[in-house]
Each structure stands twice: as C-alpha cells, then as structure tokens.
C-alpha cells in the first residue's frame, strides 16, 4: 500500500524542459531551479531564453530516495550523477 497524497487545494502541473542549477544550499537541503526554453520576448532574431518556471528545495535525504527511484526506474541516472555533486 502507498502513502496517502492529499490535495486540499489544486496544484498545478508545471512543464520542464531542462534541470538550469542545482544549488547546496547548507543544512541539508538542496535546491533544484528548472527552466523551460522559449524564442525571446525582446530579441526578435530567433534568441532561445531560458525561463525559470519551477523552483524546489529537498532535504538531503529525499534527494538520494528520488536519486534511488530513478536508477529503479530507468536504470541509469540519466546524466544527473555529472551535475549532482553535493558538498558537505
């Protein structure tokens, strides 16, 4: 049997297209800034900017569970392992 999710107010789906920065931020947790490539709003000659949509902070621990999940899932890290590269 699974964890029980709740969602006592709706929460959107957010589409990635790319993992922009992963930031130690001390004490444990980690924060992972995604972006999403789009033609620029001021550069009319085809310009690729990419948009910050998304923003999570994990602790330390959920970062490995999710780490695990994915090697179960795909059997590889899928080139995270070269931009994980946690301090402390």
């Not at 049997?1 to 930031?23: H, Q, R, T, W």
């Not at 330390?60 to 179960?72: D, K, Q, S």
């Amino acid at each position: 049997m699974g964890i029980l999710l709740i969602e006592p107010a709706i929460v959107p789906d957010i589409f990635v297209s790319e993992l922009a920065l992963i930031e130690d931020l001390g004490d444990g947790n980690i924060r992972f800034v995604y972006s999403t490539r789009q033609k620029s709003t001021h550069d009319y000659s085809g310009t690729i900017e990419h948009v910050i949509v998304a923003r999570l902070i994990l602790p330390l621990p959920a970062v490995f569970a999710a780490r695990a999940e994915m090697t179960e899932l795909f059997g590889c890290y899928c080139g995270a392992e070269r931009r994980l590269k946690l301090g402390h």
